[in-house]
């Protein structure tokens, strides 16, 4: 597994997503006010969402993400350490 971590102040931090990661995901997405903003969610969100999302390319191979500009790259928002959000960037199609 890649490690990397990128400390943006005391308590927010961006990072790979970790397996163990799986129910921050699942809490906040059943969260409506939170899911109704974003387009391709399922709700409710449930656990096995969580473990699919988990094991996409752009989560288990970062180093090549971070490597190569034709991956895909995925990145947890923290804070404390409790993925609060998340983005994948995506290569530019030609």
């Known amino acids: 597994m890649y490690r990397m971590h990128f ?15 799986r129910w921050d995901p699942v809490n906040g ?5 939170v899911t109704r903003w974003l387009g391709r969610v399922p709700h409710p969100y449930r656990l096995d969402h969580a473990n699919a999302f988990l094991t996409r390319e752009e989560h288990l191979y970062i180093g090549e ?4 500009s ?9 804070d404390n ?4 959000g998340g983005f994948v960037l995506n290569p530019e199609s030609e």
Request: glycine share 6%.
């Open 70 to 78: 034709g991956r895909s790259l995925s990145l947890a928002l923290c």
């Open 65 to 68: 993400g971070l490597r190569d």
């Open 81 to 84: 350490d409790q993925v609060i």
């Open 29 to 33: 997405l059943n969260d409506w006010a």
């Open 7 to 21: 400390v943006i102040d005391d308590s927010l931090a961006l990072r790979a997503f970790r397996p163990e990661d």
